[in-house]
């Protein structure tokens, strides 16, 4: 037997130990008293990702075998299926998703490339024709033997390597952590406008993605804990070794965070269990971070609508860019941790308020960032103003927003800045434009709009939003149509001005 032949053997074995799994768990979480009915759900007709991962802290690599169960949702028919294969955009320096100026922060002990190579891919059990193409083979093109007709299902399996670079951004590894987020073959989002293909961008969060359903198995060093999306079921030890088995159902990506460090503790908010993680000398911290996490889910639950998942997880990292959002946990620079401390509060709310925009009501972050972003960061303000008072909420509100980034921005536009807060992240040439204007002027938008309808009336916008596009890819649109449906008049000029031109 050959080769290739004999990893296809293989990756037929451990598709079906995959799937079997996947069965077995899937009505185990039915059975499982007290399970979110709603969740289960959202999860039945999903896209189903079953991945067994073997981490090797050593060369910082992965090892992996992965199933994909796609099913064609669409009226149209599908020659191709697309991947994003996010690692690459790590294997050229020059091509690496960061700034010039941000390199040395990202990469403090010399560039250290990162990738992710396909040794095999099979569709329905058999050979098929892949390439990998984009602006850093970041895109993975296969062609299907068959059309895939509305309705139908493929199953696509593969074996890859990962391996990790020495980064400190959102993929890679340093001193305490290894990072593993973006790092799988995902499935592109196919929409009205065909296949998103678009590459790593250098600002912003550059992702798009549908929601699915996750089993991951992750066979790590036994001194190693992993925090990550979705519910460990269970942690097992083979010699010096442990397996941890996680599934998470109806998200839109899966990460996963290691250390050898980690401290953990945790607080039940509205049976919903928030971890924090954190390195021994930042216990101050890390206990602060859980408090701030649980009472911005409960301020959150009660004001925008229930927080779905079991479980949130907030993670000290090796990370230089503040804070970073995935479903069902939370990644917060480990700097923001020292004694001042004065950014860790409102960095942990706002990445927490991203678990309701981004995690459950999804959006192209990429061609409309300001509709996750702007909406997180007003939510931050709303959460400073329920937790302690009205006054903190509008101080807050004032230093950061009013005086700091509009303030700011509008010395910008003085000189001739031409940006709006609706255009692409693409068009954005560094990080302080991308924040005056889409979280700055973005959020003062929202504050515009709440002024317009009355405090009570807008936290009621929001709720219809929410509970209309769970688990969905919103648009400007659907926050319009909220807006409309619960005022009963239209807001489509309030929106086109503010989201169109800076002159307001």
Known sequence: MDVKALKRLILVILACML????????WSSVARPGADAELLKASEGLNWYGIAVVFDPEQAKLSCTQTVEYKNNHNVEFDRLYFHL??????????????????????PNGFSPGWLDIELVTVNGNSVEFNIGGYSSDILSIVLSTPL??????????????????????????????NVTNWYPIVGVYD???????????????????????RVEIKAPSDYT???????????VEGDYKVWEFQALAVRDFAWIASKDFEVLSRSVDGITVYSYFLPESRDGGEKVLDCAAAAVEIFNRRFGRYPYSQLSVVQSDFFVGGMEYPCLVMIDQSLYGREQQWLEYVTVHETAHQWWYAVVGNDQIDEAWLDEALTEYSTILYYENRYGEDV???VYDNVIVNGKCSYLQKYHVQGL????????????????YDLVVYGKGASLFNDLRQAVGHQTFYRILQEYYEDNKF????????????????????EDFFEKRLKSLNW
């Open 393 to 395: 909420g509008k101080e």
């Open 86 to 107: 996010y690692p690459n955009a790590f294997r050229d320096e020059d091509r690496v998703p960061f700034f010039a100026e941000e390199k040395q922060r990202a990469y």
């Open 472 to 491: 969905k890819n919103a648009t400007a649109v659907q926050l319009i149509k909220a807006c409309e449906e619960v005022t009963g008049k239209s807001w």
């Open 192 to 214: 009205y406008t065909g296949w998103n293909t678009d590459p790593y961008y250098p600002i912003g969060d550059p992702f798009y993605s549908d929601v699915a359903n996750y």
């Open 418 to 433: 031409v940006h709006t807060i609706d255009q692409p992240v693409y068009r954005f040439t560094d990080w302080l434009t």
């Open 226 to 236: 992993i925090a990550a999306t979705g519910e460990a079921i269970n942690v097992k």
């Open 149 to 178: 007709k509305p309705g139908q299902i493929a199953r696509i399996d593969m074996i890859y390597t990962v391996k990790l670079p020495n980064c400190i951004g959102r993929f890679g590894y340093g001193q305490h952590t290894f």
């Open 19 to 26: 799937l079997a799994g996947a069965g077995l768990l899937y």
